[in-house]
Structure formats: structure tokens, C-alpha cells
């Protein structure tokens, strides 16, 4: 009912820059929070940024003051600037969202992945 699209993941040197979108489509009445996750094989998916509807954001302490997290209510898409990227931000990145279906329930949404590697 509710699906996630991300891109703009891929290959950036240290130091360099990738900026990840989040678009949700299908049927839902409304979109709440929505955020970015990743994970790196063997390890459980870690939050790296949340932002509510209000636009009140939460970032993990390792991304604090490099990425930024931003979203439009308007047109449920979510996006993560990501600056001076290091080689531990190698992951997946997942994007999450928050939606209310026809059920009249919030319930959590995936998408699918996009990975980013960092690497000279």
C-alpha cells in the first residue's frame, strides 16, 4: 500500500558528498515522521536521522554537524545531505516512513536500499 523509492546512493571518494531522496507513493492518508537508517553487513540497522512532520529533526552523534535532513510535506519525500563523508558511512541506507492506511493505523514502511560506499 505504501512504497518507499530512494536514490541517489553510489561510489564518493572521503571527504566527498552524496545527497540520498525518499519518495512515498501509494495509498496512505498521511505521512508522520520519516527518517534514514543503514546498516553494514553483521551488524543491526542503526537510525542516522529523523525528522518529524513539525521538522524537528535527531541525527546520530557520528553524523552530528556533517549530514542534514530534510522533508517536504507537501510531496512526502524525504532527503539526507551527507558532507565530508568517511569510509564508516559505508552502508545500506534505508529510508523509513511513518503512514496512516486505510486501516485507520500507523504503520512503518521500508524501502528497498541504496548503497553507499566510501572509498579512495
Known amino acids: 500500500q505504501v512504497q518507499l523509492v530512494e536514490s541517489g546512493g553510489g561510489l564518493v571518494q572521503p571527504g566527498g558528498s552524496l545527497r540520498l531522496s525518499c519518495a512515498a507513493s501509494g495509498t496512505f492518508y498521511s505521512i508522520n515522521g520519516m527518517g534514514w537508517y543503514r546498516q553494514v553487513p553483521g551488524k543491526k540497522r542503526e537510525l542516522v536521522a529523523f525528522?518529524?512532520?513539525?521538522?524537528?529533526?535527531e541525527y546520530d552523534e557520528s553524523v552530528k554537524g556533517r549530514f542534514t535532513i530534510s522533508k517536504d510535506n507537501d510531496k512526502n519525500t524525504v532527503d539526507l545531505q551527507m558532507n565530508i563523508l568517511e569510509p564508516e558511512d559505508t552502508a545500506v541506507y534505508y529510508c523509513?516512513?511513518?503512514?496512516?492506511?486505510?486501516?485507520?493505523?500507523?504503520?512503518?514502511?521500508w524501502g528497498q536500499g541504496t548503497q553507499v560506499t566510501v572509498s579512495s
Open positions: 525528522i518529524t512532520t513539525e521538522k524537528r529533526t
Open positions: 523509513n516512513a511513518d503512514a496512516l492506511i486505510s486501516d485507520m493505523r500507523w504503520h512503518s514502511y
